[in-house]
Protein backbone atom coordinates (compact mmCIF):
# COMPACT_ATOMS: atom_id res chain seq x y z
CA UNK A 1 0.00 0.00 0.00
CA UNK A 2 1.08 3.71 -0.55
CA UNK A 3 1.65 5.49 2.62
CA UNK A 4 3.25 8.63 4.53
CA UNK A 5 3.77 8.53 7.75
CA UNK A 6 4.86 11.22 10.03
CA UNK A 7 5.81 9.67 13.26
CA UNK A 8 5.76 12.71 15.47
CA UNK A 9 2.46 14.69 15.78
CA UNK A 10 4.60 17.65 17.78
CA UNK A 11 8.16 18.78 17.98
CA UNK A 12 9.38 20.83 20.11
CA UNK A 13 13.01 22.88 19.94
CA UNK A 14 14.75 25.59 20.91
CA UNK A 15 16.11 28.28 18.90
CA UNK A 16 19.27 27.34 17.63
CA UNK A 17 18.85 24.15 17.91
CA UNK A 18 18.92 21.21 14.75
CA UNK A 19 16.22 19.80 14.07
CA UNK A 20 14.87 16.73 12.19
CA UNK A 21 11.14 16.20 11.40
CA UNK A 22 11.22 12.61 10.36
CA UNK A 23 8.78 10.87 6.87
CA UNK A 24 8.97 7.24 5.77
CA UNK A 25 7.39 6.17 2.80
CA UNK A 26 5.91 3.17 1.38
CA UNK A 27 5.41 2.69 -2.96
CA UNK A 28 5.66 0.64 -5.23
CA UNK A 29 7.69 2.12 -7.97
CA UNK A 30 9.64 5.13 -8.27
CA UNK A 31 8.22 8.31 -5.83
CA UNK A 32 8.55 11.92 -6.28
CA UNK A 33 8.80 13.02 -2.62
CA UNK A 34 7.98 16.55 -1.17
CA UNK A 35 7.45 18.78 1.99
CA UNK A 36 4.67 21.75 1.92
CA UNK A 37 4.48 23.75 5.13
CA UNK A 38 1.76 25.54 6.58
CA UNK A 39 2.48 28.79 8.34
CA UNK A 40 0.08 30.44 10.81
CA UNK A 41 -2.75 32.01 8.55
CA UNK A 42 -1.51 31.06 5.31
CA UNK A 43 -2.24 28.67 2.93
CA UNK A 44 -0.27 25.31 2.22
CA UNK A 45 3.12 26.01 0.19
CA UNK A 46 5.79 24.10 -1.12
CA UNK A 47 8.65 23.98 0.67
CA UNK A 48 10.95 21.63 -1.48
CA UNK A 49 10.97 18.59 -3.67
CA UNK A 50 13.58 16.30 -3.78
CA UNK A 51 14.48 16.05 -7.68
CA UNK A 52 15.16 19.90 -7.09
CA UNK A 53 17.95 19.21 -4.47
CA UNK A 54 17.87 22.54 -3.08
CA UNK A 55 17.99 24.05 0.43
CA UNK A 56 15.02 26.33 1.07
CA UNK A 57 14.97 28.11 3.85
CA UNK A 58 17.67 26.35 5.30
CA UNK A 59 16.09 23.24 5.07
CA UNK A 60 17.31 19.94 3.04
CA UNK A 61 16.27 16.54 2.73
CA UNK A 62 17.62 13.70 1.39
CA UNK A 63 15.81 11.17 -0.43
CA UNK A 64 17.14 7.42 0.60
CA UNK A 65 15.47 4.64 -1.11
CA UNK A 66 17.43 1.82 1.09
CA UNK A 67 15.59 3.42 4.37
CA UNK A 68 12.53 4.58 2.66
CA UNK A 69 13.09 8.03 3.77
CA UNK A 70 12.76 11.84 3.61
CA UNK A 71 13.73 13.74 6.80
CA UNK A 72 13.18 17.52 6.77
CA UNK A 73 16.44 18.94 8.51
CA UNK A 74 17.72 22.42 9.36
CA UNK A 75 21.24 22.87 11.35
CA UNK A 76 19.87 25.88 13.65
CA UNK A 77 16.11 26.29 14.04
CA UNK A 78 14.25 30.05 13.72
CA UNK A 79 11.54 31.23 15.47
CA UNK A 80 9.68 31.40 12.21
CA UNK A 81 10.54 28.07 11.31
CA UNK A 82 7.03 27.38 13.65
CA UNK A 83 4.53 25.74 11.52
CA UNK A 84 2.48 22.90 10.25
CA UNK A 85 5.10 20.32 7.93
CA UNK A 86 3.48 18.08 5.82
CA UNK A 87 5.51 15.12 3.99
CA UNK A 88 4.03 13.95 0.41
CA UNK A 89 4.32 11.67 -2.55
CA UNK A 90 3.29 11.22 -5.82
CA UNK A 91 4.45 8.86 -8.56
CA UNK A 92 4.41 7.98 -12.20
CA UNK A 93 0.50 6.11 -12.13
CA UNK A 94 -0.71 8.49 -9.62
CA UNK A 95 -2.01 11.13 -12.01
CA UNK A 96 -0.54 13.70 -10.14
CA UNK A 97 -2.46 13.15 -6.82
CA UNK A 98 -0.43 13.41 -3.67
CA UNK A 99 -0.23 11.08 -0.63
CA UNK A 100 -0.03 13.40 2.02
CA UNK A 101 1.66 12.65 5.84
CA UNK A 102 -0.82 12.84 9.09
CA UNK A 103 1.58 16.17 9.14
CA UNK A 104 4.04 17.56 12.07
CA UNK A 105 3.94 20.66 13.81
CA UNK A 106 7.08 22.12 14.82
CA UNK A 107 7.15 24.12 17.88
CA UNK A 108 10.56 26.28 17.92
CA UNK A 109 10.68 28.50 21.13
CA UNK A 110 12.78 31.40 22.31
CA UNK B 1 -2.87 36.70 -3.34
CA UNK B 2 -4.38 34.84 -6.50
CA UNK B 3 -3.72 31.89 -7.93
CA UNK B 4 -6.46 29.68 -6.51
CA UNK B 5 -9.44 31.18 -4.94
CA UNK B 6 -11.68 29.21 -2.51
CA UNK B 7 -15.07 30.06 -1.27
CA UNK B 8 -16.80 30.71 1.31
CA UNK B 9 -14.11 30.75 4.23
CA UNK B 10 -16.58 29.43 6.48
CA UNK B 11 -19.78 27.37 5.98
CA UNK B 12 -22.51 25.81 7.75
CA UNK B 13 -24.78 23.00 6.18
CA UNK B 14 -28.08 21.53 7.90
CA UNK B 15 -28.83 17.65 8.01
CA UNK B 16 -29.87 16.43 4.75
CA UNK B 17 -28.48 19.81 2.84
CA UNK B 18 -26.24 19.49 -0.26
CA UNK B 19 -23.80 22.42 -0.05
CA UNK B 20 -21.24 23.05 -3.13
CA UNK B 21 -17.43 25.08 -2.17
CA UNK B 22 -16.33 27.35 -5.26
CA UNK B 23 -12.92 26.58 -6.23
CA UNK B 24 -11.45 28.83 -9.37
CA UNK B 25 -7.85 29.13 -10.48
CA UNK B 26 -6.21 31.94 -13.01
CA UNK B 27 -3.04 30.11 -13.33
CA UNK B 28 -4.08 28.24 -17.05
CA UNK B 29 -3.45 24.76 -14.69
CA UNK B 30 -5.06 21.68 -16.13
CA UNK B 31 -4.93 19.72 -13.02
CA UNK B 32 -6.82 20.30 -10.21
CA UNK B 33 -7.50 18.33 -6.79
CA UNK B 34 -10.25 18.59 -3.74
CA UNK B 35 -8.48 17.32 -0.58
CA UNK B 36 -10.34 17.24 2.93
CA UNK B 37 -8.00 17.60 6.04
CA UNK B 38 -8.73 16.61 9.56
CA UNK B 39 -6.65 16.63 12.36
CA UNK B 40 -4.38 14.18 13.19
CA UNK B 41 -5.14 12.73 9.84
CA UNK B 42 -3.79 15.00 7.08
CA UNK B 43 -5.18 15.51 3.93
CA UNK B 44 -6.71 12.79 2.38
CA UNK B 45 -7.44 13.37 -1.50
CA UNK B 46 -11.10 13.13 -2.54
CA UNK B 47 -11.71 13.90 -6.09
CA UNK B 48 -9.27 15.25 -8.79
CA UNK B 49 -9.34 16.20 -12.30
CA UNK B 50 -6.30 16.57 -14.72
CA UNK B 51 -8.53 18.18 -18.10
CA UNK B 52 -11.60 19.41 -18.39
CA UNK B 53 -14.90 17.60 -18.50
CA UNK B 54 -13.20 14.50 -16.54
CA UNK B 55 -12.55 13.66 -13.02
CA UNK B 56 -11.47 10.71 -11.17
CA UNK B 57 -12.40 9.83 -7.73
CA UNK B 58 -9.54 9.90 -5.05
CA UNK B 59 -9.50 7.93 -1.83
CA UNK B 60 -12.61 9.39 0.02
CA UNK B 61 -15.07 10.15 -2.63
CA UNK B 62 -18.13 8.85 -1.28
CA UNK B 63 -20.48 12.01 -0.35
CA UNK B 64 -19.08 14.21 -2.57
CA UNK B 65 -19.80 15.04 -6.02
CA UNK B 66 -17.41 17.46 -8.66
CA UNK B 67 -17.73 18.80 -12.03
CA UNK B 68 -14.68 20.10 -13.97
CA UNK B 69 -17.16 22.33 -17.58
CA UNK B 70 -14.32 25.18 -17.60
CA UNK B 71 -10.55 25.10 -16.83
CA UNK B 72 -10.68 27.50 -14.25
CA UNK B 73 -13.01 26.06 -12.20
CA UNK B 74 -13.72 22.87 -10.35
CA UNK B 75 -16.74 23.03 -7.51
CA UNK B 76 -17.25 20.47 -4.91
CA UNK B 77 -20.52 19.48 -3.75
CA UNK B 78 -21.24 17.81 -0.40
CA UNK B 79 -23.98 15.96 -0.03
CA UNK B 80 -26.23 14.55 2.20
CA UNK B 81 -24.98 11.35 1.94
CA UNK B 82 -21.79 12.65 3.89
CA UNK B 83 -21.95 11.49 7.30
CA UNK B 84 -19.70 13.42 8.78
CA UNK B 85 -19.11 16.34 6.98
CA UNK B 86 -17.38 18.85 9.26
CA UNK B 87 -13.62 18.96 8.32
CA UNK B 88 -11.53 21.85 6.04
CA UNK B 89 -11.37 21.46 2.43
CA UNK B 90 -8.54 22.56 0.18
CA UNK B 91 -8.45 22.75 -3.43
CA UNK B 92 -5.18 22.81 -5.28
CA UNK B 93 -4.11 23.07 -8.80
CA UNK B 94 -1.00 22.30 -11.00
CA UNK B 95 0.01 22.84 -14.30
CA UNK B 96 0.73 19.12 -15.30
CA UNK B 97 0.61 15.50 -13.00
CA UNK B 98 4.66 16.31 -12.65
CA UNK B 99 4.66 19.34 -11.40
CA UNK B 100 3.80 21.08 -7.56
CA UNK B 101 0.24 21.80 -6.62
CA UNK B 102 -0.80 25.15 -5.28
CA UNK B 103 -2.96 25.15 -2.52
CA UNK B 104 -6.11 27.88 -2.02
CA UNK B 105 -6.61 28.93 1.49
CA UNK B 106 -9.98 26.29 2.42
CA UNK B 107 -13.46 26.59 3.68
CA UNK B 108 -14.41 25.34 6.84
CA UNK B 109 -17.73 23.45 6.88
CA UNK B 110 -19.36 22.86 9.84
CA UNK B 111 -22.76 21.65 10.49
CA UNK B 112 -25.87 23.11 12.12
Known amino acids: AQRVTQPEKLLSVFKGAPVELKCNYS??????LFWYVQYSRQRLQLLLR??SRESIKGFTADLNKGETSFHLKKPFAQEEDSAMYYC????????????FGQGTELSVKP | DGGITQSPKYLFRKEGQNVTLSCEQNLNHDAMYWYRQDPGQGLRLIYY???????QKGDIAEGYSVSREKKESFPLTVTSAQKNPTAFYLC???????????FGDGTRLSIL
Open chain 1, 88 to 99: ALTGGNQGGKLI
Open chain 2, 92 to 102: ASSSDRAQPQH
Open chain 1, 50 to 51: HI
Open chain 2, 49 to 55: SQIVNDF
Open chain 1, 27 to 32: YSGSPE
